[in-house]
């Protein structure tokens, strides 16, 4: 009769609980094996109010990657019989092909015998919390993006401060141009780097400044290198032509497949 009673009492409380939000709650019986789920579950997990609905059925239910930790933590609540109850959260695979995350929260009613817990009833609830888990994708998305502008404008700064202390240090504008270049070109890894600048001759046309930046293992893995340094240092771009030319008309960065055909 008293476990009659909390289970009533457990019941009448999650009733009133899921009228006010998207959950629906449950009972098994462990010695008849018969699980019971309100209309407000069934309709939540979208299954047919008419189904039988079993432990297996639920297993089935549960999406494959998190069918062991369900179980696991199925296993646990009959084991513990704790008075703090138990939690698990987990994705269930809807009959509409649906897949949404749910939140189990129950309790275990049990009789206690020489200090050994035996589980009777276990009640609970399902709380669909896929709005929830939704957003907390979002903020660690946010998360990331953020890390990852702080890391790229630190690294930045380290980059400017970089330029800075060379430059003042240099004793012409090429040796701190190149400096210049040899640190951009090492933050982004870069096997051959190439300034170009102004012509000096009011053409508005865009020249080779002949300052390059090369790995040691540029000239192994290029072996046409020097001949297309040579090429390069002939060439002039007006704007809009090739990609020296499409970053001056432009401003924004241009790629080619192969530079050597631009």
Not at 30 to 49: C, D, G, H, K, Y
Not at 82 to 102: A, P, T, V
Not at 119 to 145: C, F, Q, V
Request: proline share 2%; glycine share 6%.
């Amino acid at each position: 009769k008293k476990i009659e009673a909390e289970l009533l009492a457990t019941q009448q409380k999650l009733r009133l609980a899921s009228t006010a939000a998207s959950l629906g709650w449950y009972s098994f019986e462990v010695t008849t094996q018969v699980l019971s789920w309100s209309s407000e579950l069934q309709s939540i997990v979208n299954v047919n109010p008419n189904e039988e609905i079993t432990c297996d059925r639920v297993a089935e239910m549960v999406h494959p990657d998190d069918l062991e930790l369900y179980l696991a933590h199925i296993e646990r609540a009959f084991r513990k019989c704790s008075d703090n109850g138990y939690r698990c959260e987990f994705r269930i695979l809807r009959s509409d092909d649906e897949i949404c995350w749910f939140e189990d929260r129950g309790k275990m009613i049990y009789v206690e015998k020489d200090g050994v817990r035996s589980p009777r009833i276990a009640a609970g609830m399902w709380m669909d919390i896929t709005d929830r888990k939704a957003a907390e994708e979002n903020i660690r998305d946010l998360n990331k993006s953020l890390e990852k502008l702080v890391l790229q404008r630190t690294e930045l700064l380290d980059i400017l401060q970089y330029i800075a202390r060379v430059s003042n240090e240099a004793k012409t504008v090429d040796s701190a141009i190149h400096a210049a270049l040899e640190r951009v070109a090492l933050h982004n890894g870069w096997l051959v780097g190439h300034l170009w600048r102004l012509a000096e001759d009011d053409s508005g046309q865009m020249e080779s400044s002949g300052l390059w930046h090369m790995r040691s293992e540029a000239l192994p893995r290029l072996p046409d290198l020097d001949k297309f340094c040579q090429r390069r240092g002939e060439k002039r771009f007006s704007s809009g032509e090739g990609m020296i030319g499409a970053v001056m008309k432009t401003g924004q960065p241009q790629w080619v497949e192969d530079a050597s055909l631009d």
